[in-house]
């Protein structure tokens, strides 16, 4: 009797975790984006971008980075990449956004540079107001 008890305690925690397994991505993939709450605008301190960095943002559920450059400001970008979608990483040393998986290559505003990516990085909205960087 305990051994029959306890696969069938065995057997509904396993049913459990297949059930969450598959329904849990399959619900988030039904979200409609943006329904976090993290929608609209991401407000970061000017003070967390200093000159010459950058600092990676989630704006509306897609990740971005904001840069800050000596000659132009601060600016922001989709960290998507236009070619496959994997997410460019910002090189300072460099001045570039360099794309880990097929060496896609864009400059600082966005532009690309070399490699397969077919167009420029989305460019977001961005203002300063006071001591923030509003994007959105
Ligand atoms: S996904 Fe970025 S270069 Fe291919």
Same mark, same amino acid.
């Given at each position: 009797?305990?051994?029959?008890?306890?696969? #069938?305690?065995?057997?509904?925690?396993?049913?459990?975790?297949?059930?969450?397994? !598959? !329904?849990?991505?399959?619900? %988030? !993939?039904?979200?409609?984006?943006?329904? &976090?709450? =993290?929608?609209?605008?991401?407000?970061?301190? #000017?003070?967390? *971008? $200093?000159?010459?960095?950058? %600092?990676?943002?989630?704006?509306? =559920?897609? $990740?971005? *980075?904001?840069? =800050?450059? #000596?000659?132009?400001?601060?600016?922001?970008?989709?960290?998507?990449?236009?070619?496959?979608?994997?997410? *460019?990483?910002?090189?300072?040393?460099?001045?570039?956004?360099?794309?880990?998986?097929?060496?896609?290559? !864009?400059?600082?505003?966005?532009?690309?540079?070399?490699?397969? $990516?077919? #167009?420029?990085?989305? %460019?977001?909205?961005? %203002?300063? &107001?006071? &001591? =923030?960087? *509003?994007?959105?």
């Amino acid at each position: 009797m305990k051994r029959r008890k306890f696969f #069938k305690l065995l057997l509904s925690l396993l049913g459990s975790t297949a059930f969450i397994s !598959f !329904f849990y991505p399959l619900l %988030r !993939f039904l979200a409609p984006p943006g329904s &976090e709450a =993290n929608v609209g605008k991401v407000i970061v301190p #000017k003070a967390e *971008v $200093p000159i010459g960095s950058a %600092r990676s943002i989630v704006f509306n =559920n897609m $990740p971005a *980075v904001v840069i =800050n450059r #000596k000659d132009k400001g601060f600016t922001a970008f989709s960290k998507v990449c236009t070619h496959l979608g994997c997410l *460019v990483e910002y090189q300072a040393g460099k001045n570039i956004m360099l794309c880990p998986c097929h060496a896609g290559t !864009f400059d600082l505003d966005g532009n690309v540079v070399s490699g397969p $990516p077919p #167009k420029p990085l989305q %460019r977001l909205p961005l %203002r300063v &107001e006071g &001591e =923030n960087i *509003v994007i959105g």
